[in-house]
């Protein structure tokens, strides 16, 4: 996929003031500082088009941008950011849940995973309400130009072992960098195809 034009739309804490109308959406999900914003960025080849930091937290709102006029991309704020008081993160669990149960145009959530780490209690739970909400995603592994190919290959392949403690199969999944470009032209050609079906 070609892209001709990235545009910010809006912000919101409130699912019922995204947009009305009903072009494809992809959101992007994942626990604060994962690499959502970057990888967003990476996908549209914009540097500061969705905002990143070093530090978690970041995302705090639900980001519309509209991709080349005719599909959406959804920056989501993190989950599992221990700094944020507990009553602010259950008040960021409610509209991400609020989001995902209310956004019927919502076509895929791609769940980003830390190719670094062993699989994360947070992460499995996560997934584990999506199954069990009926809302489809995929599995993104992101930062991998910080690991060696062999250790990639090794923590992509523990990870599919731990899903498939629960899962019937993998979900389909990506391998990434922001830094590097890796996964950028099979990420977008999915999406693509998608759009196209
Ligand atoms: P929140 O909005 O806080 O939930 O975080 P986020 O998931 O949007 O993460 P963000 O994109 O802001 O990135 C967090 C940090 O990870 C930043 O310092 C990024 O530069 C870094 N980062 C993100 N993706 C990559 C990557 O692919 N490779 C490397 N090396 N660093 C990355
Ligand atoms: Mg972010």
Redesign the pocket.
Known sequence: MHIKSAEFLMSNSDVAKCPKNRLPEYAFI?R????????INMLMQRKNLAK???R????QLINHFIINKSWYLVDL??YGYARVSKSSKKTFQKFITNYFEKRTQMVLAFVLIDCRLEPQPIDLEFMEWMGESGIPFNIIF??A??LKPNALNRNVEAYIQKMLETWEAMPQYFI????NFTGRDELLNYIDELNAT
Do not use: F, I, Q, Y
């Open positions: 994942g604060s500082n994962v690499g959502k914003s970057s990888l990143t930091s070093g978690p937290g970041k995302t704020p993190g992101t930062k130009d910080k990434t960098s922001a830094s």
